[in-house]
């Protein structure tokens, strides 16, 4: 299996925050923060939180983001900020009353929908099942000029979300990802000697016994050789589906990530049968 991307998109978590908790006193000591990030699980410990924010669901959350006050009483600023690179981090409380220190400090970086929609990208690309093709006759079993039924299962035929999100002075901002499959494509492998890749808009139809071998589906392929022509004796084929990347975040901006493509080889055996007539005479 590949994958191929129609546009250059993000796949892994950058580095945006500091992964531990920072102390109000490392405010102007730029040289203690940790640039590096990771995922642990579906949480990306990165200052950037997965799952919708707290309280949006109507539930009491326990814990509360406030923007840290300077502990600087000579310091007329509002809040505690710092620069590091282009990123602008801004210190934040996280008071939970049901713990001991109730509460800790946090940099969060200050990041466009885009960029949390790229980092919602990683996770939604992890959970991207991979494609795996079904056939009707079988991969190893195919016959020349009889329409072959492409299938993959129906329930990985269903939009994949992620939603990423970070406290700011207004309020959490949040951003979901969706990927959602758009195309199976089936490249049969037989190159010249065929007509081509077949394009179909869903999952194709399972084939079962009661249908047989004169109906058509929506999503079929006709070999017109046998594989022997091959050196191998197959026909190296390709099942594919496309998936559309999309993101809307909880301000109203919404956004294309492009499409990626996921790739399963098969080994396609297309046997021709001999028809044989026996002249009765009488």
């Given at each position: 299996m590949r994958i191929r991307r129609g546009l250059s998109v993000i796949i892994v978590v950058t580095a945006l925050a500091v992964p531990s908790p920072a102390r109000a006193s490392d405010a102007q000591n730029s040289s203690s923060i940790d640039v590096s990030a990771g995922v642990d699980g579906a949480r990306v410990m990165a200052g950037i939180r997965w799952g919708s924010p707290p309280g949006s669901d109507g539930s009491n959350d326990e814990c509360e983001w406030s923007v840290a006050l300077p502990r600087d009483t000579h310091s007329d600023a509002e809040d505690v900020t710092k620069v590091v690179g282009t990123t602008t981090y801004r210190l934040y409380d996280y008071t939970c009353l049901d713990r001991d220190p109730a509460t800790t400090y946090?940099?969060?970086?200050?990041?466009?929908?885009?960029?949390?929609?790229?980092?919602?990208?990683?996770?939604?690309?992890?959970?991207?099942?991979?494609?795996?093709?079904?056939?009707?006759?079988?991969?190893?079993?195919?016959?020349?000029?009889?329409?072959?039924?492409?299938?993959v299962n129906p329930l990985m035929w269903i939009p994949i979300s992620a939603t990423a999100w970070v406290p700011t002075p207004a309020g959490p901002v949040s951003v979901t990802t969706t990927a959602t499959p758009k195309e199976l494509i089936f490249d049969p492998g037989d190159g010249a000697l065929g007509t081509g890749e077949v394009t179909c808009r869903g999952p194709?139809?399972?084939?079962?016994?009661?249908?047989?071998?004169?109906?058509?589906?929506?999503?079929?392929?006709?070999?017109?050789?046998?594989?022997?022509?091959?050196d191998d004796g197959v026909f190296d084929a390709t099942v594919s589906i496309e998936w559309e990347v999309t993101w809307v975040s909880s301000l109203g901006a919404r956004g294309s990530l492009g499409t990626v493509t996921l790739d399963a080889h098969h080994r396609m055996v297309v046997r021709e049968i001999q028809g044989l007539v026996k002249n009765v005479t009488r």
């Open positions: 946090h940099w969060i970086p200050e990041v466009s929908t885009s960029t949390l929609a790229q980092q919602a990208s990683s996770v939604v690309y992890e959970n991207i099942p991979a494609p795996w093709g079904n056939f009707a006759p079988p991969a190893h079993r195919g016959i020349v000029k009889l329409g072959m039924w492409i299938w194709g139809i399972p084939w079962v016994e009661a249908f047989g071998d004169t109906l058509p589906s929506p999503c079929m392929y006709t070999y017109l050789h046998s594989s022997s022509t091959q």
